[in-house]
DNA sequence: TGTTAGCACTCAACTCGGTCGAGTGCTAAC
DNA sequence: GTTAGCACTCGACCGAGTTGAGTGCTAACA
């Protein structure tokens, strides 16, 4: 048996009717839909075919029939037709987000809330890491006599700080003085450059050496372990408004994920480009979220990919208006983060 | 008709038990209860007074009674012994919470989960608002050539930044020696004093008085304007475990209380001394909430109060319970962010 | 040979009546 | 004042019956 043209008519009209009422679908109502010219019947011989190749399953023998992940997979690799979000909305969209776009962490928290507005579905956003980032300004700010603040500033304007201890016998006009030709050496070098030139910097300025190093060593863990506070949650209750989460339990488990920082960041890895990644089901990974589809997408400032942001649905989710408002986002928020200068 | 001794202790047998089991209470369950001496008729007829009086409900004829809102009033205000929190437990907060002094943030976010895991609510922390700090260390960092970023250290190594537009003209330098100036006059002030000094500095110093206005201004509004990201939430998910929250609707509504920074900030406002404010039901002035308490405590950084903690709870929680948490871990937060030297 | 009408069959969802049991209020006796 | 006893109430639960959406199969049709 093999697909053909009318199968997969089929198999899409089912899908896009599934996705409007999470009810399985039966036969006659397939045959009523316009674009569809035959009668239940021979749906019906089409759909036991569509059973049979794993694209469909029936949840009891006098019930219609469901997509199966493998019937989503084809639906998104090949049925579906990405249409534009329509101008006003990108309008819209547009205006909410530059108006916040002074400090990083608001414009992200922003993003997100447009996209679960826009999409009733979750979003997530994992803020520009450390690593993908480059040095514009490091400054050592005194705290108290052994303490100081290492802010780094980042392109894009992205801020870091940790508080890093200091050596005794270091004024504050030294920090500047530390900080001013640490700014020179590694402006513009990307982090992951940075740990050879501090190796060479500690082996050529004996003096301070103990600063820079415990400075060296906040940097690598800042960029080894990603920061909790890095990952930003939009709409998180909005999952609890669709039939499939009405079950206590199992929105009490979707939310957990939300709640672990790690799993966040596990399902929105992956998937390098600059295109959306869509992971139906099982193949995001995680059991907590095998009813989910997840759409991850990577935004960048200037020329370099600096984070991720994705939609968590159903996987019954609309994925043509999900897959466009994701990038549009990430294109506008790419733009954003690279107009500052 | 008046309230007696009797009276205090049925009701008092009613509460605890609706506490653990969420189930309407009846007269036998109460009789059957070690210290209370009275066959169900008698209880019954107790029970008859108490509704009358208004601190109990029928759901039906048929059911046992529910304690109303002037119940745990009662309750919480005459009825409660707040039991300290077992040693070893405390020893287990202690221990998780001073591995994470390091960033306010982490601290912060540790504390939340502390108080949701040892109390399976919901727990909400605002981060110390900047107008309730001291000005430790005020310093401008070049971004590019028309920006800088202003970062200013408080007390308890917390960290405030915005960025800031430089007038044209003005060097790294230049703004490294104003920013020590500023520091120099700034120092251990609290933050409400810094209008008026900003406001003599920029009379005496006309040179840089479009920086200085720049950077006032920008100090102003983060003290009235509330962060977004101030605001953290350990548990959110942890409200749908309870039979109160089974229902997808309600879930929801409660949810969305969370997502909402304003309406959080709203609900931890007010009550000002050290003591475990206690706010039940319709109290707290969020229809939302309506059948959620809120906990509420001050905690401090050295002898400033800088910031609020809190618990929401269904209005049958464990109070006594989530009062020593509360008071316990606030008592730590403060401890932990008074040491920062 | 592919399509369709017809028909028997399946099964969840809903409805309805009956039973059960937890709980109440009232009364009368202790 | 307290308590035992009893009639009553009412939600929860159970099982039988009905409904309706949907299927698979077969035979007829183009």
Redesign the interface.
Known sequence: MIMDERKFLILQAIVDDYITTAAPVGSRTISRKSGVGFSPATIRNEMSDLEQLGYLAQPHTSAGRVPSYKAYRLYVDQLLNVSKLPPEEREKMNAYLSKKT??V??LI?SAAAVISDATRYTSVIVAPKLSTLRI??L?M???????A?M?I?TNA?I?K???IRVPEGIT?DML?EIS?MLTEQLADKPIEAVRQLFAELIRDMGEHRRLLAEAMQVIEEKMTHAD??DVVIG???NM??YPE????GK??NF??V??SRDKLQKALAGGSGMEVTIRIGPENGLPELSDCSVLTATYQAGDDSVGRLGIIGPTRMNYSRAISVLRYVGMALSELLSD??
């Open positions: 002074d400090q962490g608001t928290r514009r300004n400054q700010v005194p705290v108290s006599d052994t303490l603040l802010v500033v304007g801020v700080d940790t508080v504050p500047y001013r909790e506070s709409g998180g209750a609890l408004s989460y009405q079950d206590a929105a009490q939310l957990s939300l709640e500052r200068k």
